[in-house]
């Protein structure tokens, strides 16, 4: 008897694009991985085994849900496109641990996980709510050890990049914040039907070992974003946007950035977190900000 090939392969996924007349949404993202070798490095990347509850993001018609439910105790996939309802339903059928939730997950409570945390994240991006979908998760009440997803390459830049870095930014303190970088690998476009327009990178994200909240979080990001506001204007200039501007302001900031041994003409890309957080500390002790 012939054995099926895998979903994510090109013969596998044509046949079932043939069989059930689908044609890819763009507006959803839908890039469909076929190249076997990759998705078994993501499953491999992301340290997949079979004690590992798996949320996945997007199973399109099921190539990495597949390979992951290989190697984990169960696969929670949650899906937007309900055309793919019959589909996943058929591809997955040998399956006994994958649940398929028809839910955007930008809105997912998580309800179904309940006993089953904490979870890997892992998963083939849709590119256009990247940031998103990462932000939605960090703040959202998912407990999870690690994400390991593919994504645009420029947006695994921006995530890796440090200070001075052109990449380095609001996304990469916010990312670097809960998280630390375990790994990535790019991905060529032809691993994928259709192709991409982009390059695509997969990255593996790791919840910071004894991560302790900053205690004046929430400044934190509004410091940072002021900080990266306009980015050829310098740190004071930026900060100034947060107050009514006014010369005493300026100077309560001059005094505070030397107090903290910053140069007076810094930009806000050159600090790094530990930096931002002793700015934002400084800047509430001194009524600076509230
Ligand atoms: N995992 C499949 C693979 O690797 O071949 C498909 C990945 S495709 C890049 C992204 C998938 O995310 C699509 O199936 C798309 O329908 C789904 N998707 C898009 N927006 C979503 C959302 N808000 N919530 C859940 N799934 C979404």
Redesign the pocket.
């Known amino acids: 008897m012939n054995k099926i090939p895998a979903?994510?392969t090109p013969v596998r996924?044509q046949a079932i694009i043939n069989q059930y007349g689908l044609w890819?949404?763009k507006r959803?993202?839908?890039?469909?991985?076929?190249d076997l070798n990759v998705?078994q490095k993501i499953v491999e990347q992301a340290k997949v085994t079979d004690r590992d509850i798996v949320v996945?993001?997007?199973?399109?018609?099921?190539?990495?849900?597949e390979q992951l439910a290989l190697h984990a105790k169960e696969v929670f996939?949650?899906?937007?496109?309900k055309k793919?309802i019959p589909v996943l339903h058929d591809t997955l059928s040998g399956f006994s641990n994958i649940e398929i939730i028809f839910?955007?997950?930008?809105?997912?409570d998580f309800a179904e996980l309940k006993g089953h945390q904490p979870v890997k994240v892992v998963?083939?991006?849709?590119?256009?709510?990247t940031t998103p979908?990462l932000f939605a998760l960090l703040k959202s009440r998912l407990d999870f050890t690690s994400f390991t997803v593919?994504m645009q390459k420029e947006v695994a830049r921006r995530i890796q990049a440090g200070p001075g870095s052109k990449d380095y930014g609001e996304l990469s303190l916010a990312v670097q914040y809960y998280l630390d970088v375990d790994g990535i690998f790019d991905v060529d476009r032809r691993s994928?039907?259709p192709q991409?327009g982009v390059d695509s990178s997969v990255i593996s994200l790791v919840k910071k070992r004894n991560f302790k909240p900053f205690v004046f979080q929430e400044q934190l990001f509004k410091v940072i974003k002021a900080g990266f506001a306009h980015r050829r204007k310098s740190l004071i200039n930026n900060l100034l946007f947060l107050v009514k501007k006014s010369p005493e302001k300026r100077q309560q900031l001059e005094n505070i950035l030397t107090a903290i041994d910053l140069p007076l003409n810094i930009r806000g890309e050159k600090l790094d977190l530990n930096k931002y957080e002793q700015l934002t500390s400084s800047l509430i002790e001194k009524g600076f900000i509230s």
Do not use: R, V, W
């Open positions: 979903i994510g996924t890819a949404s959803l993202g839908q890039n469909f991985l076929i998705l996945e993001i997007g199973p399109g018609i099921g190539a990495l849900t996939a949650y899906e937007i496109d793919l839910q955007d997950i930008l809105k997912a998963a083939n991006l849709p590119y256009y709510i979908i593919m994928f039907l991409p």
